[in-house]
């Protein structure tokens, strides 16, 4: 069996490869914005809002005590307001409520958005 050869030689090309310039078709910002605007395809994607309750510090040592009924006691107030994030950037803070048995949070202000993140 041959082996495969390589040439960096640009005279020596394969005559059965045909290589062309792409033509693309003129874009009409008219056209994009016809549907309604451009976030109108993204309404339906599904996106993880996370609700940030509260954190502490633990050392592994207590960390591996904790067990069935171990309470871990939070740094945060029980009135703090609830940030609530999405791929870990904030965008809304809250409070907790329940709404039909179900923990909820009302939004109580939203926040500015972050213009010219790279790390998204």
């Known amino acids: 069996m041959a082996e495969p050869t ?8 394969d005559p059965a490869v045909v290589a ?7 874009l ?5 914005s016809g549907s309604g605007g ?5 309404r339906d994607v599904p996106i993880t809002i996370t ?3 509260g954190h502490t510090v633990l050392p592994i040592a207590e960390i591996l005590t904790l067990g069935p009924g171990s309470v871990v006691e939070l740094d945060e107030l029980i009135n703090a307001p ?3 994030t999405v791929r870990g950037v904030p965008f809304a803070v809250g409070e ?4 039909n048995e179900h923990f909820a949070v009302r939004i109580k202000n939203l926040l500015p958005p ?3 993140r790279t790390d998204l």
């Open 82 to 84: 609830i940030e609530l």
């Open 28 to 32: 009409d910002p008219a056209a994009a």
């Open 20 to 26: 062309k310039h792409p033509q693309f078709p003129q």
């Open 96 to 99: 907790v409520v329940v709404v």
């Open 51 to 53: 609700a940030r309750l």
């Open 6 to 13: 390589t040439t960096t030689d640009p005279t020596d090309v």
């Open 38 to 42: 451009t976030l109108d395809s993204l």
């Open 114 to 116: 972050r213009i010219g």
